[in-house]
């Protein structure tokens, strides 16, 4: 288990649709005696904001129709999670004195693969494949949320969807308030399950997280 240098900070996880029709589908809620979790109590929890227009899509679909590994179609070593958004906690003025800054962003996305868009080897899933997600390695200050589930520790993992789905998480990073964050390195590594046995893990996808907030 991965002791933490800060007291860690919970941002509320913002489900948010895309597309023109303003229209969402809600993920599944996690289900812990499936998916081991963190269970931590926050001490403090953000005020969600509204995120950009524009985000991107981690796509996630199968090698073959009807079963093989599960694949995940992204730029995963030219795009990183894009960290917009600040919350100040426990700190005081514009600096946050004495306090934690949590930065968080909500794009990319997750959803599951149409069948329109499918390719030869990102094959769309099985409609009711649950899917969930598992951190591999994760930077000391950095956590992926979904609703109340918090993946901060390798192993933890949660449940994404169930096929067709479209969720987003919040992607964190939770520094001291006079740390520079464009001088931390901060990254995610997961894998994708499939509940069930039609489909195999996927390989592990590592994301960069990015500040990009002034």
């Not at 900070?9 to 963190?38: F, K, M, W």
């Not at 030219?78 to 003025?93: I, Y």
């Not at 990254?187 to 996808?205: K, N």
């Amino acid at each position: 288990m991965r002791t933490k240098a800060f007291v860690v900070v919970l941002v509320a996880s913002v489900l948010l649709a895309c597309g023109d029709d303003g229209d969402r589908e809600e993920h599944d809620p996690p289900n812990p005696s499936a998916s081991p979790i963190a269970t931590r109590t926050p001490t403090a929890t953000p005020t969600p904001t509204v995120r950009p227009a524009g985000h991107d899509h981690i796509v996630i679909g199968s090698h073959h129709a009807g079963g093989g590994e599960l694949v995940a179609h992204f730029d995963f070593k030219g795009s990183a999670a894009e960290l917009h958004e600040k919350q100040c906690v426990g700190g005081s003025g514009d600096t946050c004195a004495g306090g934690l800054i949590v930065y968080s962003g909500t794009s990319p996305a997750f959803e599951s693969v149409a069948g329109d868009a499918a390719e030869e080897h990102l094959q769309p899933l099985l409609q009711g494949t649950a899917v969930e997600i598992e951190i591999v390695d994760i930077s000391p200050n950095v956590q992926v949320q979904f609703d109340s589930a918090i993946l901060d520790r390798a192993g933890a993992r949660t449940t994404l969807g169930v096929a067709p789905f479209h969720v987003h998480g919040s992607w964190q990073l939770v520094l001291p308030f006079d740390a520079d964050p464009g001088s931390v390195s901060a990254f995610v590594s997961f894998r994708f399950l499939p509940v069930g046995r039609t489909y195999e893990p996927s390989m592990p996808y590592t994301l960069e997280l990015r500040v990009t907030v002034p």
